[in-house]
T-cell receptor, first 115, second 115 residues
């Protein structure tokens, strides 16, 4: 089945130690998104890639970066995780940026713990 | 800019009782509306969506939502809930902002079904 896969499901990292979260998709969608979801809150969009075009949300901290080496994969890099970065990180895809009616397909998420 | 308000953060209900989860949105343009469900430690799954046409949309597991343009609402209902419906429910609006489609979520409603 076509899907969005996030690895790992659970990640524990040390305060200040760089960490990378992975997302892959078999849907061949043009757009990939990264959301941050803290406990009991709505998912918050961090950035997205439209093909190779990177689009950062205005309030996304510089500590968060992303890479998309090809259509299938997208990575979220946190350069120096702080305790406030502990959250569920959700990857999503959509067919096109203008195709709002299709909605997004989400992965199962990676829960990041910072110790 | 679009925004979404979910009026209830938590809704406790007994099994087999009816339930309504309320959602209001604001937008100056035509929108697409969605309900997503999130089970514990899982990603978001699309429950149902309104794009156009009939204002009443249904999901395969008995949920339905009605688009009311005059009241800018998209409330989710189920006539008889099951224990397995216990989850977090997110209402979302999709609209073009900054030249691309963006999915904006409400803060979520936690549905707790008790035996």
């Amino acid at each position: 089945d076509a899907m969005v896969i996030q690895n790992p499901r659970y990640q524990v990292t040390q305060f200040g130690k760089p960490v990378t979260l992975s997302c892959s998709q078999t849907l061949n969608h043009n757009v990939m998104y990264w959301y941050q979801q803290k406990s009991s809150q709505a998912p918050k969009l961090l950035f997205h890639y439209y093909d190779k075009d990177f689009n950062n949300e205005a309030d996304t901290p510089d500590n968060f970066q992303s890479r998309r080496p090809n259509t299938s994969f997208c990575f979220l890099d946190i350069r120096s995780p702080g305790l406030g970065d502990a959250a569920m990180y959700l990857c999503a895809t959509s067919r096109d940026r203008g195709a709002g009616g299709y909605g997004y397909t989400f992965g199962s998420g990676t829960r990041l713990t910072v110790v | 800019a679009q925004s979404v308000t979910q009026l209830d953060s938590q809704v406790p209900v007994f099994e087999e009782a009816p339930v309504e989860l309320r959602c209001n949105y604001s937008s100056s343009v035509s929108v697409y509306l969605f309900w997503y469900v999130q089970y514990p430690n899982q990603g978001l799954q699309l429950l149902l969506k309104y794009l156009s046409g009939s204002t009443l949309v249904e999901s395969i597991n008995g949920f339905e939502a009605e688009f009311n343009k005059s009241q800018t609402s998209f409330h989710l209902r189920k006539p008889s809930v099951h224990i397995s419906d216990t989850a977090e429910y997110f209402c979302a609006v999709s609209g073009v902002s900054g030249g691309y489609n963006k999915l904006i979520f409400g803060a979520g409603t936690r549905l707790a079904v008790h035996p």
